[in-house]
């Protein structure tokens, strides 16, 4: 089983910034994706950012330019730093994990119990 873990959220002024961690563990032979999502209330959960084993990372037009994912293979981690946050960018936000338990098992998505992440002055 594999577990997902974040970390990082808060409250934070508009301007301000934002580090969010989430990181994977238990029987993992191998991670190909890792990413964010957010959902804000009466919204559908939407992809922020994704970033593969091979460092390609792909982001949320909403996003770009003001928030960067960056993954330690080594550690089956990955961040999101969140700069000049934006009173819309008031979510709760998940870890998804893209990865295989075993080496001849199917690929499973995995996500974490998301954390809170409030925007406001």
């Known amino acids: 089983q594999v577990q997902v873990v974040e970390s990082g959220g808060g409250l934070v002024q508009p301007g301000g910034s934002l580090r969010l961690s989430c990181a994977a563990s238990?029987?993992?032979?191998?991670?190909?994706?890792m990413g964010w999502y957010r959902q804000a209330p009466g919204n559908q959960r939407e992809l922020v950012a994704t970033i593969t084993n091979g460092g390609s990372t792909n982001y949320a037009d909403s996003v770009k330019g003001r928030f960067t994912i960056s993954m330690d293979n080594a550690k089956n981690t990955v961040y999101l730093q969140m700069d000049s946050l934006k009173p819309e960018d008031t979510a709760v936000y998940y870890c998804?994990?893209?990865?295989?338990?075993?080496?001849?098992?199917?690929?499973?998505?995995?996500w974490g119990q998301g954390t809170q992440v409030t925007v406001s002055s």
């Open positions: 238990g029987t993992i032979f191998s991670i190909y994706v």
């Open positions: 998804n994990v893209d990865a295989k338990p075993f080496r001849f098992s199917v690929t499973y998505k995995y």
